[in-house]
């Protein structure tokens, strides 16, 4: 007897099962997947029209994420300093060891959070790892977010910062890189500079990027609940960051844009049980049918975001990272 049932609107429906951590991963990735899938009450968040609501529901995220945050962060030795950049906060950090043959190479660097979350300490502590695991110094942009600052307020502060730093460094020797959120950020932020005639980057990093806002994709309903971080869709941040604009705009979700005007070589990480696996595979075909140079990475059993930093899996994510930048900087 089947286990699946075709209904007449193309749906697939299975009977509940119970999906187990594959032998294929080690035993630190399934450590992390076990950790975390400990049940925990879903996210709650408040309507797209309660800012106050909002704010607290911000700044009780930001306590928790600073938390989860400083332990990864206290392994880091690096230094990290807090200046501003045409205006915009920004974080500073410089690896203990860094690559000497790239000293005038330098990464900008997009925080995640859904767009809403992750800035401040979180985003300060984060630049430090950053900076350690690119072997360069790192700007991490603090940019602001909603609610008091919806759409296009985080693309306005992200392009400004790239705007300063191509005052400071050759165009040739910056990365744009961002997970998640960041990496919606990074790549709307490229296509700003294009589309306004700014010079562009050597490379551009996606982390997971969560780069299509309507959330269309088949990994948002096959990822459900699988994926141990991102357990379900992230809808309301992103209707709260487009504050009422058209979520297919190219900048806000950079997954409708159009290639074929040109977008600099471009690293792309996500696993298979990661929520924006299909965010990350779709973007990556759009740059690809359009002739652009574009890698794509994908982890077997990830969650967003990784195992944590620590397990073999995110070393080896690391070392892709790396041999993508020596592409960049080194051709």
Known sequence: MSDRTELSH??????????????????????????????????????ATDKDA????????AEMMSQMVAARAAQV????????LNGVSVYHAVP?????VRKRCVCMDLHGGALVFGGG????????VTAERFGVQVYSVDYRMPPDHPYPAAVEDCLSVYRSLLAKFDASDIVVSGSSAGGNLAAATVLRARDEGVAM??????????????????SFETMRDLDVVLRRRL???????????????????????????????????????????????????AMRRAGIEADLHVWEAMPH???????????????????????CWDG
């Open 10 to 47: 193309g749906s697939i429906s299975f009977e509940a099962r119970s999906i187990p951590l594959p032998e294929t991963i080690s035993a630190e990735a399934r450590a992390h997947m076990v950790m975390m899938a400990a049940p925990r009450p879903l996210p709650s968040y408040p309507p």
């Open 54 to 61: 909002w704010r607290r529901y911000i700044a009780a995220q």
């Open 77 to 84: 030795s690096g230094k990290v300093e807090t200046t501003s």
């Open 96 to 100: 203990n060891a860094p690559d000497e």
């Open 121 to 128: 300490e979180s985003c300060k502590m984060m630049a430090g």
């Open 201 to 218: 980057p050597a490379g551009v990093v996606l982390l997971t990027p969560m780069s299509d806002l309507t959330e269309a994709g088949d």
């Open 235 to 285: 809808y309301e941040c992103g209707a709260l960051y487009a504050d009422g604009q058209n979520l297919k705009s190219p900048y806000i979700s950079p997954n409708f844009a159009d290639y074929t005007k040109g977008f600099p070589k471009t690293f792309f990480q996500t696993g298979t049980r990661d929520l924006f696996l299909s965010n990350t595979v779709l973007l990556h075909r």
């Open 305 to 327: 975001g990784g195992f944590g930093g620590q397990s073999p899996e995110d070393r080896d994510v690391t070392a892709e990272l790396r041999r993508f930048l020596a592409k």
